[in-house]
T-cell receptor
């Protein structure tokens, strides 16, 4: 149990285009989902916290107009990188908290974004 | 000082060795302690979850929490090459504070045959 999926697993796009990444909790309802960014050999950097049906809470320094987060249901959250630039190239990982359980986060497999 | 300190390594050990991975922290409100394993280009995978102080064992893995010293450890017995990965510690205050965990930067472990 507690499986989180992400789609796509990797994506290459041209500078200026927008990219949408989906995060789904497959076998549980997630009260809260998180979006992280990770650079090579670096730890996870929390970008935003997303609760179902409400606006995401962004960490300091993260542009909310650039990284659009939608948490439409208890099993789906999306991250849209708008007008992507090469500096947005990174590994994006989502995670979800199991509703009614502990504070344990279950992570998706990650999405590698490369912006040309 | 960071809230959670973790030596990035790399830590290189021979197959069969006992591995000790550690984190220290400064926030006394932390009550939930987790260890994740992350293979290259993959999402972190939960290994161990511990509430408050004490030990927890699961197969070859043992997690220890010493809240008085603000120190947590993960021990891996009979280490295997497949254990080669980055190990991240994480901790949160839970209902007593923030449920959003704070992560260490991860320790890179290499188990060579």
């Amino acid at each position: 149990g507690a499986v989180v999926s992400q789609h796509p697993s990797w994506v290459i796009c041209k500078s200026g285009t927008s990219v949408k990444i989906e995060c789904r909790s497959l076998d549980f309802q997630a009260t809260t989902m998180f979006w992280y960014r990770q650079f090579p050999k670096q730890s996870l950097m929390l970008m935003a916290t997303s609760n179902e049906g409400s606006k995401a809470t962004y960490e300091q320094g993260v542009e909310k107009d650039k990284f659009l987060i939608n948490h439409a249901s208890l099993t789906l959250s999306t991250l849209t990188v708008t007008s992507a630039h090469p500096e947005d190239s990174s590994f994006y990982i989502c995670s979800a908290i199991y509703r009614g359980g502990t504070d344990t986060q279950y992570f998706g497999p990650g999405t590698r974004l490369t912006v040309l | 000082q960071k809230e959670v300190e973790q030596d990035p390594g790399p830590l290189s050990v021979p197959e069969g060795a006992i591995v000790s991975l550690n984190c220290t922290y400064s926030n006394s409100a932390f009550q939930y302690f987790m260890w994740y394993r992350q293979y290259s280009r993959k999402g972190p995978e939960l290994l161990m979850y511990t509430y408050s102080s004490g030990n927890k064992e699961d197969g070859r893995f043992t997690a220890q929490v010493d809240k008085s010293s603000k120190y947590i450890s993960l021990f891996i017995r009979d280490s295997q090459p497949s254990d080669s990965a980055t190990y991240l510690c994480a901790m949160s205050a839970g209902s007593g504070g923030s449920y959003i965990p704070t992560f260490g930067r991860g320790t890179s472990l290499i188990v060579h045959p």
